[in-house]
């Protein structure tokens, strides 16, 4: 995986938490991006590691405006696209310190994780 050790790091971390309230949670590795599922589900985020940066952008299932009223982390629309993946995942948000990891996996967990 290319990423920073800080990167890498924060995505490790988020997984393992959520882990605790996903059972059999899978993590599917490239280069630079992480996929989560549960089998027999559909992916519910997409995680983007950075080289150089220490933090990670993550990529979810669920209404931008829904997620922000859920969250204090800067959740952002996507921009206007179309196509599969631009189609399903319409918001992103940034983890840039290990004290957001909880925050993270709630949002993630209260509603990417259910519609998934």
Known sequence: MEASEESKSLCDKLYERLSKRI????????????GLYQPNRNRFAYI????RMHRIEVWCLGDPTELQRNT?????????TTGG??????????VDHPS?????????????????
């Open 85 to 94: 993946f631009s189609a399903l995942f319409q918001a992103r948000f940034f």
């Open 23 to 34: 059972s059999n949670l899978q993590r599917v590795e490239t280069q630079r991006w992480c």
């Open 48 to 51: 983007n590691h950075r080289k």
């Open 72 to 80: 204090t982390l800067n959740v952002k629309p996507r921009q206007p």
């Open 100 to 116: 957001e990891i909880e925050t993270a996996c709630d949002l993630l967990y209260q509603i990417s994780y259910r519609l998934s």
